[in-house]
């Protein structure tokens, strides 16, 4: 398995450094605002990542933090007149249910910043102690860049530009800002009510150090991913490593892995232009959690992704071939056991979806793979080459393959029995049909809907299909 790290910017074979065992940290939401799908892109790649560590047999620990004390959570608290912790309560919990949407796997671990704000704390104190930063008069630490000679070798800086002495406050800016950075800032009256009480005086930390302190807390002073959207290369990730590395001297993280920006119809999404979507906003168009997801999962991360409606739509389109050929298999499996062999063709093709998922997350590949078992089994099974045990087993590998992609539909394949109660309610049905008692059919048609399943009339009799959420 390889992946693009970008601390060398090359691919490499990834090697935990516990055997059998990935961890994996991936910055998580500030949560001041509902996420948009720019964020999503990440979050999804996120869930690839983790889904391919664990389909290539990997226990994986993944920790995803919660932002919910930075520079945009004060400032939307005191905005609003709430206390923090009130005003990113409802962000924090629609975050959740928005992961559920777009089928995202859960973390082991969601750390809030204000939780950990004593690790924090030992974290920055050990700083000081090091000499690797100072306080200010104004109660605030700041990270001594010139102190720590690696710094910028992960956005790879020119230290010739740097500014020595140069400080900056807030959590996010430029390369050409570089300089000295916030670990901690002392109280002032923009924060509001907002403050914690630290050795060398009051004030809250700065969004970097709330990483470094999580991170390391839940999976070491070294661990083997770290991910995040590219925005967050710099300056946040170069100050996660010089915190970490500055503080234990041991190597943060092995692999960095960034995912490109999304575009919405070509452009930067921005309130101004009119083309900033939250998840929200989508779903209650009335688009599919599923289209969306398989959107954002069938360009390769590291490419910018462009999002269109005419995305949305085809991606409903290639979702529901998928779909008829699972119904296609599932007819043709009827019992359900599966062959020990795949046909030739679709040996072929999951050899395919393996390369390419275990080549840096080559989604566009892997779906290729996907598709060509979709065209060479609809072709086989109409050509009554396809025996039941093979669609069976065909079926099967599908599902391994959603152990990645998270986006398939299996209605009655293999661990779907129809229950008792469903059966009884489609005999009685076939028997109104058999009488021509149209009516009777239709509600028993809409009992079994109300129960879950759908009842569909082909020239073999009905079929019972559990219905998808
Ligand atoms: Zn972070």
Aim: charged share 25%; with cysteine.
């Amino acid at each position: 398995m390889q992946f693009y790290n970008t601390l060398t910017r090359s691919k490499e074979t990834f090697e935990p450094l516990e055997k059998g065992h990935a961890r994996l940290y991936t910055c998580g939401p500030t949560v001041y605002n509902f996420a948009h799908i720019g964020n999503f892109r990440a979050y999804v790649f996120e869930d690839l990542l983790r889904r391919t560590l664990r389909y290539a047999g990997l226990r994986v620990t993944q920790v995803m933090n919660l932002t919910d004390v930075d520079d945009k959570t004060i400032r939307g608290a005191i905005t609003a007149g709430l206390p923090l912790k009130r005003y990113t309560h409802p962000f924090i919990e629609a975050f959740f249910s928005d992961l559920k949407v777009l089928n995202i796997e859960s973390a082991e671990v969601y750390p809030a910043a204000t939780d950990h704000i004593p690790e924090m704390i030992v974290l920055v104190q050990s700083l000081l102690d090091k000499g690797l930063a100072y306080r200010t008069d104004d109660g605030s630490v700041y990270f001594k860049v010139d102190a720590f000679p690696q710094y910028g070798r992960l956005a790879h800086l020119d230290r010739t530009s740097l500014r020595v002495g140069a400080r900056v406050a807030q959590d996010e800016y430029e390369k050409e800002s570089v300089g000295d950075f916030a670990l901690w800032k002392g109280w002032d009256e923009k924060d509001g009510e907002v403050v914690w009480d630290a050795p060398w005086g009051r004030g809250r930390p700065g969004w970097h150090i709330e990483c470094s302190a999580m991170s390391m807390k839940y999976l070491g002073a070294s661990f083997d991913i770290h991910t995040g959207g590219i925005d967050n290369l710099f300056p946040h990730h170069e100050n996660e490593i010089a915190q970490a590395e500055g503080a234990t001297g041991e190597t943060f993280v092995r692999y960095w892995l960034h995912c490109a920006h999304l575009r919405v119809n070509g452009e930067k999404m921005s309130k101004s232009l009119g083309n900033f979507f939250t998840l929200r906003d989508l779903i209650a168009q009335g688009w599919g959690g599923r289209w969306i997801r398989y959107v954002l999962i069938s360009g390769h991360y590291r490419q910018p992704l462009n999002f269109t409606f005419d995305a949305l739509e085809a991606s409903r389109t290639a979702l529901s071939r998928i779909d008829a050929f699972v119904d296609q298999l599932a007819e043709t499996a009827g019992g359900c056991e599966p062959s020990a062999d795949l046909p030739s063709w679709a040996a072929a093709g999951r050899d395919a979806f393996d390369a390419a998922v275990f080549d840096d997350l080559n989604l566009p590949e892997a779906l290729a793979a996907l598709f060509g078992i979709v065209r060479d089994g609809n072709a086989a099974v109409s050509a009554g080459t396809v025996t039941p045990a093979e669609a069976a087993a065909i079926a099967a590998l599908l599902k391994q393959f959603d152990r990645v992609l998270g986006v398939l539909q299996f209605g009655r394949v293999c661990d779907e029995a129809v229950p008792a109660a469903i059966q009884q309610l489609a005999d009685a049905r076939s028997a109104a049909r058999t009488q021509k008692h149209w009516a009777e059919s239709d509600r028993l048609r809409d009992a079994i809907a109300a129960a879950g399943w759908e009842v569909r009339d082909s020239k073999d009799g009905q079929k019972l299909k559990k219905r998808q959420a």
